[in-house]
């Protein structure tokens, strides 16, 4: 880190959320490929929207291909990929948004991570809901939308979660779906009923 720079203090979360009518939070979505992430993340984002809120979706398509397109797929990589996601959806919880990630975030340490950049906030910090998208391998590979599965099978791809590189099962997550068993409706709701339960979303929005 430069040494030869200043923190300037600016307007406080608390002030930020009195005068947009909305608190900020991180809401992250994690599990393998194909797990329905995406399709989650999409459905959400849109539901927060049309309940009149400031909502965005961090996801591979505006990552992967700007802020972190120097970056592969290597574990080193990948917890480097995961550190900028964490700092930017940071900065939007901060600024009164609500942050959708949808990412694989394999590693259960870099999942903390994020996590403890969050907590560590002013005052009590800013919210952060960890949301397993959970569905079994076999499953997400029978979808594999992508064929990426295909690949990894026949060695194309290299350190691919789920065949060839881990996925550390969450311990810790606030909400956990099962995307073979649920439908996307169904996962979006549970989700909504969390955020209403912990009076993340501000009274007179929800439908």
């Known amino acids: 880190m430069a040494t030869n720079i200043t923190w300037h203090p600016s307007l406080s979360h608390s002030e930020r959320s009195s005068q947009r009518k909305q608190p900020g939070l991180t809401i992250w979505l994690t599990g393998l490929s194909a797990s329905g992430k995406s399709t989650i993340a999409v ?8 309940l009149g809120l400031s909502a965005y979706r961090l996801d591979g398509d505006n990552i992967r291909f700007g802020l972190n397109k120097d970056l592969g797929f290597s574990e080193k990589d990948r917890n480097e990929n995961i550190r900028r996601i964490a700092e930017v959806a940071r900065l939007f919880a901060d600024s009164c948004t609500v942050a959708i990630t949808s990412f694989i975030s394999p590693y259960k ?40 599965y295909k690949k990894a099978r026949a060695g194309e791809i290299r350190e691919f979660t789920g065949i060839s590189a881990p996925y550390e ?17 169904e996962s979006v709701r549970k989700i909504v009923e969390y955020l209403e339960g912990k009076g993340y979303l501000p009274k007179g929005t929800t439908a």
Do not use: I, M, Y
Request: proline share 5%.
């Open 43 to 50: 459905a959400l984002e849109q539901h927060l929207l049309h």
């Open 109 to 148: 340490k870099d999942r903390d991570t994020a996590r403890e950049l969050h907590e560590k906030g002013e005052g009590e910090g800013l919210a952060f809901v960890e949301v397993w998208v959970d569905c079994p391998v076999e499953v997400a590979e029978q979808r594999d939308p992508k064929g990426l």
């Open 169 to 185: 099962v969450p311990d810790r997550a606030e909400v956990h779906v099962r995307s073979d068993k649920e439908t996307t409706e």
